[in-house]
């Protein structure tokens, strides 16, 4: 068991470590888009690539969602088909958001280093073809 300054410590050690070692400018919260970013989530049970829609208009949230729901097969079958829509996604925090995401398949933790190279190489693999398809689709996303 970690204190808590042990566990924020080997929080910021993992993502300076991946800065680092694989040092890339990601889209991220650059989408240019109202309610869209792409985010790594890493904590001590699992690891994701995702990308969140967290709208103030609820509205807007449904629109954005939809849109990307009818790239779904798309998304699917053409860069992952383990890719995960879940329209009622619960953060930490209890908040309800709309969220596609790609887990990371093997056994992770963020306070075990020996899963950390793994992790990265997921993200490495991930995030630049997730990106790609916004990239490739972001007209069709982009309807508000």
Same mark, same amino acid.
């Given at each position: %068991?970690?204190?808590? &300054? &042990? !566990?924020? !410590?080997?929080?910021?050690e ?6 680092? @070692?694989?040092p ?17 989530? !890493?904590?001590?049970?699992?690891? %994701? ?6 709208h @103030?208009?609820?509205?807007? $949230?449904?629109?954005? +969602?939809?849109?990307?729901l009818?790239?779904? &097969?798309? =998304? ?11 329209? #009622?996604?619960? =953060?930490?925090?209890?908040? $309800? ?11 992770? #933790?963020? /306070? ?5 190279? !793994?992790?990265?190489?997921? /993200?490495?693999?991930? %995030? ?6 916004? +990239?490739?689709? &972001?007209?069709?996303i982009?309807?508000?």
């Amino acid at each position: %068991m970690f204190s808590k &300054e &042990e !566990a924020a !410590a080997l929080r910021q050690e993992f993502w300076t470590s991946f800065g680092k @070692s694989f040092p890339r400018k990601w889209l991220l919260y650059n989408t240019k888009i109202k309610g869209i970013s792409f985010k790594f989530v !890493a904590d001590r049970k699992k690891a %994701m690539v995702c990308l969140d829609i967290e709208h @103030s208009d609820q509205i807007s $949230i449904e629109i954005l +969602y939809d849109q990307l729901l009818s790239l779904k &097969e798309i =998304l699917t079958n053409e860069y992952f088909p383990d890719v995960i829509f879940d329209a #009622s996604y619960e =953060l930490e925090n209890g908040k $309800i958001i709309h969220r596609i995401y790609i887990n990371h398949s093997e056994k992770f #933790s963020i /306070y075990n280093k020996n899963t950390w190279r !793994a992790c990265y190489e997921f /993200y490495m693999k991930t %995030m630049p073809k997730f990106e790609q398809f916004f +990239y490739e689709y &972001e007209d069709i996303i982009n309807c508000l």
